[in-house]
């Protein structure tokens, strides 16, 4: 997990300060000798690192921090606004255009990602705003490129321009020619990289940006390269000037330098980040809810959201309805089951929980396996039978089995999980958790709008 050793580092130096009491400035000291040597082992920039110090210490030490009631909580909150600062304070979103397509160029060095997590961003800007992309095949140096774009575009149900192995210049400008007669209202181009940042690939890119003009030049680059990434993004930005960076297998690095270093040492924001490998595993990047990870605070926002997205409003009311009248089948059963696949990997659901809702999570898995034999047997009982499980006897049950080339004891076991799920339904039904679950399922669904 991302940042997962800084995190560990950084609460046990708070905890020790939280069990002083009142603190001298010698105690505020001590403690940022120990954040110094924490950021210094998760690959920050040492630049980074000294200045960082530098204004917590001169913030902690004040007066009013000192004498305060609280002083270790004032000093952990000051250390969190100076992270989220570190990493550019506000969310940076991509620039659209007022006429025509939104064009954006994804750069960066062979192997960063830039084929998939352009297709991943095309996914993201479809699916919380609304847009219609269009991915341009602009590599044509790098072998099985173009077949590799029209994979992930085809995983996600988005279009993929390509001509073949052409000039990628021309290619770029008869994509958004092709993206203006057919309505899609962004374009974007996936280059070729190199295995180093050489003047033929910025010769290439430069040509590219003058005949394009696009709106946004994101670099994508590898976390997991530590101050690699940090330093690529200072030659690509010299040489070409871009907008913003993508910062691709965070969950990989449990360091997190990269993140914490990009911003401050090339005055570009990061405005994306890739959390795993299944293409909708990519984010918006919010330095603020960041670094409350990092401290260990949690990120409910970016849990909500992410319900949000896997969130169906009118199966939420239908089952709303079922459960007041205790109806809870095992087709909704599997429908509950398919929105939880749906929100990911439990284990990236924990950073984004406080506290020991976090550790409680780290580690745990959906049962891809589980999943997929619950899945097999309920599809293989009539729609009556999903809706009414009483009548499965042993006949039935022996059908179902055979159907989908499990044992009955395997459908035995579903029916008694079921068993407890109504069990719960009938609880939940009978008033312990009141009128408000309707209220809090109704505010999940709204739909976002990018500006």
Known sequence: MAFEGLSEKLNATFKRLRGKGRLTENDVKEAMREVRLALLEADVSFKVVKEFVSH?????TGAD????????????????????????????????????????????????????????????????????PLLAACDVYRPAAIEQLKVVGGQLDI????????????????????????????????????????????????????????????????????????????????????????????????????????????GKPIKFVGTGEKLDMIELFH????????????????FIEKAEQNYDEKQAKKLEEKLRKNRFTLQDYYDQLLQLRGMGDLSQLAGMM??????????????????????????????????????????????IAAGCGLQVVDVNRLLKQFDMMQQLTRQLSHGRMGGGMGGKMRGFGRKKRFR
């Open 159 to 266: 279009p993929v321009f390509e001509l073949g192995q052409g000039d990628p210049v021309h290619i770029a400008e008869e994509a958004i020619r092709h993206a203006r007669d057919h309505g899609n209202d962004m374009v974007l181009l996936d280059t070729a990289g190199r295995l180093h940042v050489d003047t033929e690939l910025m010769d290439e890119l430069k040509r590219m940006k003058a005949a394009v003009h696009p709106n946004e030049i994101l670099l994508v680059v590898d976390a997991m390269t530590g101050q690699d990434a940090v330093n690529a993004a200072s030659a690509f930005d010299e040489a070409l000037g871009i907008d913003g960076v993508v910062l691709t297998k965070l969950d990989g690095d449990a360091r997190g330098g990269a993140a914490l270093s990009i911003r401050a040492t090339t």
């Open 354 to 399: 406080p506290g020991a809702m976090g550790k409680q999570l780290q580690g745990a898995t959906i049962d891809e396996k589980a999943l997929s034999r619950t899945e097999a047997i309920i599809l293989s009982m009539t729609p009556l039978e999903r809706e009414n499980p009483q009548i499965l006897g042993a006949s039935r049950k022996k059908r």
């Open 56 to 60: 917590v210490t001169e913030r902690a």
């Open 287 to 302: 330095p603020d809810r960041m670094a409350s990870r990092i401290l260990g605070m949690g990120d409910m926002l970016s």
């Open 65 to 132: 921090v000192l004498d305060s009631l609280t002083p270790a909580q004032q000093v952990i909150k000051i250390v969190n606004e100076e992270l989220t600062a570190l990493m550019g304070s506000t969310n940076s979103r991509i620039s659209m255009a007022n006429n025509g397509p939104t064009v954006v160029m994804m750069v960066g060095l062979q192997g960063a990602g830039k084929t998939t997590n352009g297709a991943k961003l095309a996914g993201l800007m479809r699916r919380q705003f609304g847009k219609r």
